[in-house]
């Protein structure tokens, strides 16, 4: 029996540089509140991303309660249900009410075309996710934001170093954040990112992540504590310089999928054009999910474990008065992830080439 193929890996550095990042902090002795490591990272991301500001953060959830908070939101605020569940919760959490738009089928972004039918009076902003690295429809949703004088969050957590016309995504929205769990195509084991154009705003979002402080004894406003510690920015320096050779490795595996699968009984997401992606996930969408179900069961029994990325669909959550969405409720009990990590081996991507295109075995039925 061929070893384990689990969705994702994290990629680990050799572990050397790691320790010899870590050494430079025990000559500092300094482990947290933005110490050389910290700044350095700061420094090597605004570069790598060609973005103007970066605030690091501890993880990829608190950026966007903190934006939610910095921005003043109340009410009502739109968003996806194809997401993670971070996405959802932090807009219940900062006492927000979270207004689904249901998917594109295509995209899997915020059907655009849905979201003016769902403003109120009580709307205050639009938080989307770029899910898979995937664009939501910036133009049409800064339009309406304008528009109705709404913000814009886009939960960017999958997106590090994707660019969208000709610049990084992370540049576009009121906010964007980042996530830089383990799980995540760059990685700080714990950690993530926030970004914003607008000084003021950055600001703000900067002494929000720090207790609101204004030098030791002064704050300039309300403040939690989000901070980076020098750990995880040893963690982040170590991987940096790999990135590009793992985008690389990425699309390879990527490419196979592509040249390989066979797409009668399966398809794609249909990725935005102008997108210049990053290979962060490889969803596939089958016809109906007693077919996925058997299609996962097969994979499982060859050591192969694709995940379920996003299941539920998220207006499901118990915490949410539930009102039905066809299309991401239809899309998320049909798409899997399929195993996709640096290392990730050419006799393994064989394995998963030959159960998917042995549809007999796991699509029964209709189409
Ligand atoms: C991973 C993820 C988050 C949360 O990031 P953490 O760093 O785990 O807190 C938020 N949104 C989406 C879409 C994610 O995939």
Redesign the pocket.
């Given at each position: 029996m061929n070893k384990t193929i689990p969705v994702t890996k994290t990629f680990f550095p050799p572990q050397d540089e790691y320790v010899n990042q870590l050494s430079r902090i025990w000559e500092n002795e300094w482990l947290t509140n933005r110490g050389e490591l910290v700044r350095e990272l700061e420094s090597k991301l605004t570069k790598y991303l060609c973005v103007e500001n970066i605030i690091l953060t501890t993880?990829?959830?608190l950026p966007?309660q903190i934006s939610l908070k910095a921005l003043g939101l109340k009410g009502e605020v739109i968003t996806t249900p194809f997401?993670?569940v971070?996405?959802t919760s932090s807009i219940v959490w900062e006492n927000c009410k979270p207004i689904f738009v249901d998917i594109d089928p295509e995209y899997l972004t915020i059907d655009e075309e849905k979201i003016e039918e769902a403003i109120t009076e009580k709307t205050t902003a639009i938080l989307a996710?770029h899910?898979f690295g995937n664009a939501c429809n910036i133009e049409e949703i800064e339009r309406i934001a304008n528009k109705y004088d709404l913000k814009v969050i886009y939960?960017a957590?999958?997106c590090f170093g994707v660019n969208y016309n000709g610049k990084s995504i992370f540049q576009y929205g009121d906010v964007s954040t980042c996530?830089?769990?383990a799980?995540?195509i760059f990685h700080t084991a714990?950690?993530?990112a926030m970004f914003t154009n607008d000084s003021k705003l950055n600001h703000k979002l900067f002494y929000s992540h720090n207790f609101g402080h204004n030098g030791p004894t002064d704050f300039f406003g309300l403040g939690i504590n989000a901070k980076m510690s020098e750990l995880q920015a040893a963690m982040g320096l170590t991987v940096l310089p790999y990135m590009n050779d793992i985008i690389q490795e990425r699309k390879a595996i990527v490419d196979f999928y592509d040249e390989n699968l066979n797409f009668g009984k399966i398809r794609k997401i249909k990725l935005r054009s102008g997108l210049n992606w990053n290979y962060s996930y490889y969803p596939i969408i089958v016809d109906s999910e007693a077919n996925l179900l058997r299609l996962i069961t097969s994979m499982n029994e060859v050591n192969v474990f694709p995940r379920r990325y996003f299941y539920p669909s998220l207006n499901n959550l118990s915490y949410i008065n539930y009102n039905p969405l066809e299309i991401s409720e239809s899309i998320a009990s049909r798409i899997i992830c399929l195993p996709l990590y640096s290392g990730l081996k050419v006799e393994s991507l064989e394995i998963i080439k030959k159960i998917i295109n042995n549809d007999n075995n796991w699509s029964k039925g209709t189409r």
């Open positions: 993880n990829g959830t966007l997401s993670y971070a996405t996710t899910v939960d957590a999958h996530s830089f769990h799980t995540k714990e950690g993530g």
